[in-house]
Structure formats: structure tokens, C-alpha cells
């Protein structure tokens, strides 16, 4: 069964300093995985997205995640924190083989401070 | 192209009462799928439906909620007999095809408030 893990619930970081946010994920097939990004009250937008090509990934506003087979992991990076960067964040994972259903992890909130 | 549309955006409903989520699919998006946010909780699947049936609903507590996706207009989540453990925000999202590999498209969801 697939499964994802947010290592971090919350990420405090200063604007314009580095952004990492840490996920695991577990899959039994080729999996396809995303980050989605949810500011308060409101939707879901995706941020980036990987389906089995290039395992570095660039996503809006300035992300990306490299996605890493031996380590299981699919870590969101941003070299350059910025206010509005301020979000829930979650990590996404869907299997090729029925591909229905988004398995999301628990998330994690990045706080970005002055 | 309008987003996934959901209504109503707020809905507070008592203790035994019915509510009624609404999802409008992006144009041109036969596949929709809604799922729950618990407080301080992850977005968890319900269930997937194409026009006019229910594809997987695995998600889906066995009483109290159904789902529908007519050939006409939008899909309907549905909870008879809500409790406050029904509290909630409901997103609904829609892709052009089914497959891990297309993006699904989520509305801003209705915060269901059970009293």
C-alpha cells in the first residue's frame, strides 16, 4: 500500500533564506508523486509534479523536488524563502497502477518571518 | 476555463440534519473525486466517480454518505444525518483522465460545521 510521510510539521524559516521540506514516501509500484500547496482557506494548488522522467523537478514560484528512488524521498526545496511562500504544504503520492486516489501526507506548515 | 467550482463555500448544518456539497468539474473533466480534511489532518480519499457511476468508493464511510455524479450537472456528496464528527472541509477535484499520471484539479471546498 502507498503511504507518504511528512517528516516535519512545521518549518519556520526568515525570508530569503533556504526552504526544505522533507517527505518519504512508501509505494509497491512506479509511484507518481506531487506537492500540493493549500493557503489558508482556500484550495489546493499543485506546485510540481513527477511521473517517472526527470527525477529533478521544477515546480511555480521558484520550487522544486528531487526525487530520489534509495532513499525513498521526494524533498521540496526553495533556495529563496519569501513571505507569501507561507502555506500548508503536502506531499502527494499516486500509484500508476490504479491511480485514483491521491494519498496525502499530514503536511507541513511553513512559517516565513521578516 | 473556469477551476473545479464548489457550493456552497460555508454550509452549517445541526445535529441530524442533511447537507448537500456541490462540485462543479472543470470543463472537459469527466473524472471527479472528493475528499475530507480533518482539523490539523491531511486531505483523505472518499470516493471517484465518471458520469453517471461510482468508481471507487473505498473512502466512503458505509452509512449516513453517498455520492453521485448525474449525466446533467454537478456531483453531489451527501450526508444524512450529520453529527459534529461530520465537521469538515470537503474538496472536490477533477481530472481529464484517470491515472496517477494527471494532475488533479481541487476546488476551494465547503467547510461543513455540524452544530
Known amino acids: 500500500a502507498q503511504s507518504v510521510t511528512q517528516l516535519d510539521s512545521h518549518v519556520s524559516v526568515s525570508e530569503g533564506t533556504p526552504v526544505l521540506l522533507r517527505c518519504n514516501y512508501s509505494s509497491s509500484y512506479s509511484p507518481s508523486l506531487f506537492w500540493y500547496v493549500q493557503h489558508p482557506n482556500k484550495g489546493l494548488q499543485l506546485l510540481l509534479k513527477?511521473?517517472?522522467?526527470?527525477?529533478l523537478v521544477k515546480g511555480i514560484n521558484g520550487f522544486e523536488a528531487e526525487f530520489k528512488k534509495s532513499e525513498t524521498s521526494f524533498h521540496l526545496t526553495k533556495p529563496s524563502a519569501h513571505m507569501s511562500d507561507a502555506a500548508e504544504y503536502f506531499c502527494?503520492?499516486?500509484?500508476?497502477?490504479?491511480?485514483?486516489?491521491?494519498?496525502f501526507g499530514k503536511g507541513t506548515t511553513l512559517s516565513v518571518s521578516s | 476555463n473556469a477551476g473545479v467550482m464548489q457550493n456552497p463555500r460555508h454550509l452549517v448544518r445541526r445535529r441530524g440534519q442533511e447537507a448537500r456539497l456541490r462540485c462543479s468539474p472543470m470543463?472537459?473533466?469527466?473524472?471527479v473525486y472528493w475528499y475530507r480534511q480533518l482539523p490539523e489532518e491531511g486531505l483523505k480519499f472518499m470516493v471517484y466517480?465518471?458520469?453517471?457511476?461510482?468508481?471507487?468508493e473505498s473512502g466512503m464511510p458505509k452509512e449516513r454518505f453517498s455520492a453521485e455524479f448525474p449525466k446533467e450537472g454537478p456531483s453531489i456528496l451527501r450526508i444524512q444525518q450529520v453529527v459534529r464528527g461530520d465537521s469538515a472541509a470537503y474538496f472536490c477535484?477533477?481530472?481529464?483522465?484517470?491515472?496517477?499520471?494527471?494532475?488533479?484539479?481541487f476546488g476551494p471546498g465547503t467547510r461543513l460545521t455540524v452544530t
Open positions: 502527494v503520492v499516486s500509484d500508476d497502477q490504479a491511480g485514483t486516489a491521491l494519498i
Open positions: 466517480l465518471q458520469k453517471e457511476n461510482i468508481i471507487d
Open positions: 513527477y511521473t517517472s522522467a526527470a527525477t
Open positions: 470543463k472537459g473533466h469527466s473524472h
Open positions: 477535484a477533477s481530472s481529464p483522465e484517470a491515472g496517477g499520471f494527471y494532475e488533479q484539479y
